[in-house]
């Protein structure tokens, strides 16, 4: 049978609520043109984020009822303790509420002032945790992970050679740390193959680096290696998990998203010393070491969550249902980034509207027209979120993308069909599209809170006058 179905049955479902474009132009113009000020209930899709929005299984909601909610001692952190070291046998496993928790915490410890982090590509929540400490967050991704275009199976996997050229030129007493995020959510949810883990693994031991995994989408990147790294096509996926770890000193994990559940993450690591300092800055912003910043029923949902995301029978329809998006959108005429990703396609709006520049956001241009036309909700990645320089000036981003991020377990194919023609219409009259301005931002994470304006609209070109028009009389 090639039909790919999902491989659950619906017990409870949650109602769509219809917007018409009339409607949803008044939700944008009171959301300044910003996808994350909109009311959620006025959207039909909701492609935001992978993170925190999977559906939870009957399991999953079984097991929150067993749930005990001691201060200390709690057998749900047992549940969850096993269930982790079970696929990540690290000696110090810490509970925090999400994954910047984590990397809050590990950051602490070990960055500060001339520190350097290096990673295939930081998550923007990482990066900034980094550089809130004073040390730089450096990327060193393979350089066909910056070509859209490029076919490589590995895309996510860090440049070796520079690797190595920039612990010299730095020297490894600056760099306490090098990590690798599974899959590379920045550069495409492209995964990272266990050969370049293993090299990855290798620099680190000559230069006594400690190696963490950012691990996010961990079984995401497994099943990737079982299906294109030949010698493990016939591994079980869970076995792959556990070699994926065994390279690594220590990882973060943000349970939003590859442990199915809408809220939760850990830190662990082997080193005892770390560890130590970590669950003693825990215990100040998070939380007692068995519970971090979660409920007992929290960890329970992990547990259980953690089970059921290795499943081969989920993982094929998991990866398979972001391919068919990809697929039916590359038929359609519309650049990606290829090959799909593991939780993701990312447009390449670069490309597909060349003519908005990228200080002009093509990105926010698609994800806002997208919006209008469809009620789809999608997350620009590019000069919007990256093009901020720490001086306050701004450059274009490498790529300028639209994420359409699936969450987990939650939309059927007959959704994905609609965000499909929906993209199709819009990519046959991309030409009216047209660029958008910031009004107002912050200085940090500008994204989340920036206003926009589109180019052309009369409110733009009436601030506009009304500037110059207060300069000429200042
Ligand atoms: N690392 C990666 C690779 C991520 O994708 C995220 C979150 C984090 C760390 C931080 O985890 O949200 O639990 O604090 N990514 C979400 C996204 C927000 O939409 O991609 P968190």
Same mark, same amino acid.
């Given at each position: 049978?090639?039909?790919?179905?999902e491989?659950?049955?619906?017990?409870?479902?949650?109602?769509?609520?219809?917007?018409?474009?009339?409607?949803r132009?008044?939700?944008?113009?009171?959301?300044?043109?910003n996808l994350?000020?909109?009311?959620?209930?006025?959207?039909?899709?909701?492609?935001?984020?992978?993170?925190?929005?999977?559906?939870m299984s009957?399991?999953?909601?079984?097991?929150v009822?067993?749930?005990?909610?001691?201060?200390?001692?709690s057998?749900?952190?047992?549940?969850f303790?096993?269930?982790?070291?079970?696929?990540?046998?690290?000696?110090?496993?810490?509970p925090t *509420?999400?994954?910047?928790?984590?990397?809050?915490?590990?950051?602490?410890?070990?960055?500060?002032p001339?520190?350097?982090?290096?990673?295939?590509? *930081?998550?923007?929540?990482?990066?900034?945790?980094?550089?809130?400490?004073?040390?730089?967050?450096?990327d060193?991704?393979?350089?066909e992970g910056?070509i859209?275009?490029?076919?490589?199976?590995?895309?996510g996997?860090?440049?070796?050679?520079?690797?190595?050229a920039?612990?010299?030129?730095?020297?490894?007493?600056n760099?306490?740390?090098?990590?690798?995020?599974?899959?590379?959510?920045?550069?495409?949810?492209?995964?990272?193959?266990?050969?370049?883990?293993?090299?990855?693994?290798?620099?680190?031991?000559?230069?006594?680096?400690?190696?963490?995994?950012?691990?996010?989408?961990?079984?995401?990147?497994?099943?990737?290696?079982?299906l294109?790294?030949?010698a493990?096509?016939?591994?079980k996926?869970?076995t792959?998990?556990?070699?994926?770890f065994?390279?690594?000193?220590?990882?973060?994990?943000?349970?939003?998203?590859?442990?199915?559940?809408?809220?939760?993450?850990?830190?662990?690591?082997?080193?005892?010393?770390?560890?130590?300092?970590?669950?003693?800055?825990?215990?100040?912003?998070?939380?007692?070491?068995?519970?971090?910043g979660?409920?007992?029923?929290d960890?329970?949902?992990?547990?259980?969550?953690?089970?059921?995301?290795?499943?081969?029978?989920?993982? *094929?329809?998991?990866?398979?249902?972001?391919?068919?998006?990809?697929?039916?959108?590359?038929?359609a005429?519309?650049?990606?980034?290829?090959?799909?990703?593991?939780?993701?396609?990312?447009i390449?709006?670069?490309?597909?509207?060349?003519?908005i520049?990228?200080?002009?956001?093509?990105?926010?241009?698609?994800?806002?027209?997208l919006?209008?036309?469809?009620g789809?909700?999608?997350?620009?990645?590019?000069t919007?979120?990256?093009?901020?320089?720490?001086?306050?000036?701004?450059?274009?981003?490498?790529?300028?993308?639209v994420?359409?991020?699936?969450?987990?377990?939650?939309?059927?194919?007959?959704?994905i069909?609609?965000v499909?023609?929906?993209?199709?219409e819009?990519?046959?009259?991309?030409?009216?599209?047209?660029?958008?301005?910031?009004?107002?931002?912050?200085?940090?994470?500008? *994204?989340?809170?920036?206003?926009?304006?589109?180019?052309?609209?009369?409110?733009?070109?009436?601030?506009?006058?009304?500037?110059?028009?207060q300069?000429?009389?200042?």
């Amino acid at each position: 049978m090639n039909t790919i179905i999902e491989p659950f049955r619906i017990k409870s479902v949650e109602p769509i609520r219809m917007t018409t474009r009339e409607e949803r132009t008044t939700f944008l113009e009171n959301a300044h043109y910003n996808l994350f000020a909109l009311d959620s209930e006025n959207v039909i899709i909701d492609l935001l984020t992978d993170s925190g929005t999977s559906s939870m299984s009957a399991n999953q909601w079984a097991s929150v009822m067993r749930g005990d909610e001691s201060y200390a001692g709690s057998p749900s952190f047992d549940r969850f303790h096993k269930a982790v070291h079970h696929l990540m046998p690290f000696s110090h496993i810490i509970p925090t *509420h999400q994954g910047r928790a984590a990397e809050k915490i590990l950051f602490s410890i070990i960055g500060g002032p001339g520190k350097y982090i290096l990673n295939n590509t *930081h998550f923007d929540t990482t990066r900034a945790n980094i550089e809130f400490t004073g040390a730089e967050a450096i990327d060193l991704v393979i350089a066909e992970g910056k070509i859209p275009d490029s076919e490589h199976p590995f895309k996510g996997n860090m440049d070796i050679a520079r690797l190595e050229a920039f612990i010299k030129e730095k020297g490894p007493e600056n760099i306490p740390l090098v990590m690798l995020t599974v899959t590379n959510n920045s550069g495409g949810g492209q995964p990272v193959s266990m050969e370049n883990i293993k090299e990855t693994k290798y620099i680190c031991m000559k230069y006594d680096i400690p190696l963490f995994l950012d691990a996010c989408r961990f079984a995401e990147n497994a099943y990737f290696i079982k299906l294109r790294e030949p010698a493990y096509a016939n591994v079980k996926v869970e076995t792959i998990v556990q070699e994926m770890f065994s390279y690594a000193d220590g990882c973060t994990m943000s349970a939003k998203k590859d442990a199915l559940v809408n809220m939760g993450g850990w830190l662990a690591m082997n080193n005892p010393v770390w560890a130590e300092v970590a669950r003693n800055l825990l215990i100040l912003t998070e939380g007692f070491p068995t519970y971090g910043g979660l409920s007992g029923r929290d960890l329970e949902a992990i547990a259980v969550g953690l089970v059921e995301v290795v499943d081969e029978d989920y993982l *094929h329809y998991r990866i398979s249902s972001t391919q068919y998006l990809g697929r039916h959108l590359t038929e359609a005429g519309i650049p990606i980034v290829k090959p799909a990703g593991g939780h993701a396609i990312y447009i390449d709006a670069r490309n597909m509207l060349p003519h908005i520049t990228p200080l002009e956001y093509p990105g926010q241009s698609l994800a806002v027209e997208l919006y209008l036309h469809a009620g789809i909700r999608a997350c620009e990645i590019g000069t919007v979120m990256f093009g901020l320089q720490m001086d306050g000036t701004e450059k274009a981003a490498p790529m300028d993308l639209v994420r359409l991020a699936i969450p987990r377990r939650v939309y059927t194919q007959s959704h994905i069909d609609y965000v499909i023609e929906a993209l199709t219409e819009i990519n046959q009259n991309k030409a009216k599209l047209e660029g958008m301005k910031i009004v107002w931002q912050p200085k940090q994470l500008r *994204h989340f809170s920036a206003r926009f304006l589109p180019i052309n609209s009369v409110q733009n070109q009436k601030e506009n006058f009304s500037k110059a028009f207060q300069a000429e009389n200042a």
